[in-house]
């Protein structure tokens, strides 16, 4: 396990959640989560600063998770069910049975850390994975306070139809996303009966690069991903047609992760500094270009 995991974000998942307590981040530190699916879930203390819960500004937290598995895969069984068939003593037995059972006992616990941002604000969390046992790890979180409030989600009318704003930039250079930059590149998809074609349209801040997008436009093409960034170069990410990040790639990580890494003086400063711009940046593009919710919350029991 790197230091570094616990600034890694690529990819994010967004929730719109309510946590009916006054005492989120006390339940969060005394928190024992339940396992799910052969995966243990836990809240972790940051080996940076020895917290479980750190407060940012006036309304933001960050926790990280950690999920414990055995990555048992379908090869590994096929491979231990083959061994297994040549033992005279289990002839006739459920054997992939047998081999997922002693592989369960014999291979090494894997991990995985999810960090998580919550705007107590706005009410919305970010995770920076979005991959089935993340999902796992928060429906276990949301288990731990037995009722969440759950916002209707909509669509709000100006970020409808990217492909849309993606023509009316081409005609007019109307900006796609306030806040954010374009970088004039986009990838295309169209859809016929027996096939799926893909073109990247480069260059789109030139006559050229214009022309030869509104042609493949023309031509049934429509927007599956724009490349986008975030104050300049500070970040860079993919946005795409269901307007999810992805891609990301934060100007200072590297530095900052060889800095974690290596233990280096004033670290617990380093990271402090780093997670808070984090939280900045996706505060921004969050609401620049996701989602909005609505006012009425419901209280149900998260099912």
Do not use: W
């Amino acid at each position: 396990m790197n230091y570094s995991d616990y600034i890694k974000m690529t990819q994010i998942g967004v929730y719109s959640i309510t946590f009916p307590t006054d005492k989120l981040i006390e339940t969060l530190e005394s928190a024992t989560l339940e396992a799910r699916n052969g995966v243990e879930f836990e809240v972790l203390k940051n080996p940076i600063t020895g917290k479980k819960v750190h407060q940012l500004d006036d309304d933001g937290l960050f926790f990280s998770l950690r999920c414990e598995f055995k990555r048992v895969t379908k090869e590994l069984i096929a491979s231990k069910s083959y061994e297994i068939s040549l033992r005279k003593e289990v002839k006739g037995a459920d054997i992939e049975q047998i081999a997922t059972v002693e592989l369960f006992n014999t291979v090494p616990p894997s991990s995985q850390i999810i960090n998580i941002f919550y705007n107590t604000k706005t009410q919305i969390l970010v995770m920076n994975s979005n991959n089935r046992r993340a999902k796992t790890a928060l429906m276990q979180l949301v288990l731990l306070f037995g009722l969440v409030g759950v916002k209707s989600i909509v669509i709000s009318s100006e970020k409808l139809g990217i492909n849309t704003r993606f023509i009316n930039y081409l005609n007019d250079n109307t900006p796609l996303f306030r806040s954010l930059s374009f970088e004039n590149q986009a990838t295309l998809r169209r859809h016929n009966v027996d096939e799926k074609t893909y073109r990247t349209v480069k260059h789109l801040d030139s006559n050229t690069g214009k022309n030869n997008a509104l042609e493949a436009v023309a031509d049934g093409f429509f927007v599956q991903s724009l490349r986008m960034s975030y104050l300049e170069d500070e970040l860079h990410f993919t946005l795409d047609e269901h307007l999810q990040i992805r891609s990301m790639r934060f100007k200072q990580y590297a530095k900052t992760a060889r800095r974690l890494n290596n233990q280096e003086a004033g670290s617990r400063s380093v990271f402090i500094g780093y997670i808070g711009d984090q939280y900045e940046a996706l505060n921004r593009i969050i609401r620049s270009t996701l989602l909005e919710f609505t006012q009425e919350t419901k209280l149900k029991t998260f099912a």
